[in-house]
Nanobody
Framework: QVQLQESGPGLVKPSQSISLTCAVS??????????WTWIRQPPGKGLEWMGA???????YYSPSLKSRASISRDTSKNQFTLQLQSVIPEDAAVYYC???????????WGQGTQVTVSS
């Protein structure tokens, strides 16, 4: 059973950067055909796909983030990390990591971590 667990600071000030990590167990992030994604949900809004990293380390990003987002991975720890620069109040959301696969879609999700943006 694949499990994902997000971690990171719950509170960040505007203009600062935030780093969120997703620790994966029960499956390797280097397994072919999977995309390890970051998705967020601002309060009262729908889910927003932010970006992903595939099994070989290639990254994909939402154009709406305008290069503020960066996804990296540590294969030795089987985890991947989202860094978001120049945080604005609109970045306040619950952030989820999830695994996407060709045959099961978003089959596995973390429980989500709340990020609040406030000075």
């Amino acid at each position: 059973q694949v499990q994902l667990q997000e971690s990171g600071p719950g509170l960040v000030k505007p203009s600062q950067s935030i780093s969120l990590t997703c620790a994966v167990s029960g499956g390797s992030i280097t397994t072919n055909s999977y995309y390890w994604t970051w998705i967020r949900q601002p309060p009262g809004k729908g889910l927003e796909w932010m970006g992903a990293i595939d099994h070989s380390g290639v990254t994909y990003y939402s154009p709406s983030l305008k290069s503020r987002a960066s996804i990296s991975r540590d294969t030795s720890k089987n985890q991947f990390t989202l860094q978001l620069q120049s945080v604005i109040p609109e970045d306040a959301a619950v952030y989820y990591c999830a695994r996407w696969g060709w045959w099961d879609g978003y089959g596995y999700w973390g429980q989500g971590t709340q990020v609040t943006v406030s000075s």
